[in-house]
């Protein structure tokens, strides 16, 4: 069991940015070789895939932030991030941070964050 803790969310301007931290740690896990992945969740909208890095380095990206989010992850530290740049009032959701599924799949991932909400007004 991995603990997975967001930060960085809050309220920002369209147009503007924002950078989310998931910092990760367990006994005994080897986060460097797991896939970690970012989802979000809107009112009453199914939780969907952001954003996802493998430990190959390979990345994936939803076709609705291509572009605009970069995903990135340091191994010394533990942590991935999710830089949000462009925001657009459709990003408006809870994000959450996801370790060991495969992809933007939700339903491969059995260990999540709290969630950390970010909220873009026009």
């Known amino acids: 069991q991995v603990h997975l803790v967001e930060s960085g969310g809050g309220s920002v301007q369209a147009g503007g940015s924002l950078r989310l931290s998931c910092a990760a740690s367990a006994s005994g896990y080897i986060y460097s070789s797991y896939c970690m992945g970012w989802f979000r969740q809107a009112p009453g909208k199914k939780r969907e895939g952001v954003a996802a890095?493998?430990?190959?380095?390979?990345?994936s990206y939803a076709d609705s932030v291509k572009g605009r989010f970069t995903i990135s992850k340091d191994n010394a530290k533990n942590t991935v991030y999710l830089q949000m740049n462009s925001l657009k009032l459709e990003d408006t959701a809870m994000y959450y941070c996801a370790a060991g599924g495969v992809g933007l799949v939700v339903s491969f991932y059995r260990n999540w964050g709290q969630g950390t909400q970010v909220t873009v007004s026009s």
């Open positions: 890095i493998e430990s190959s380095g390979s990345i």
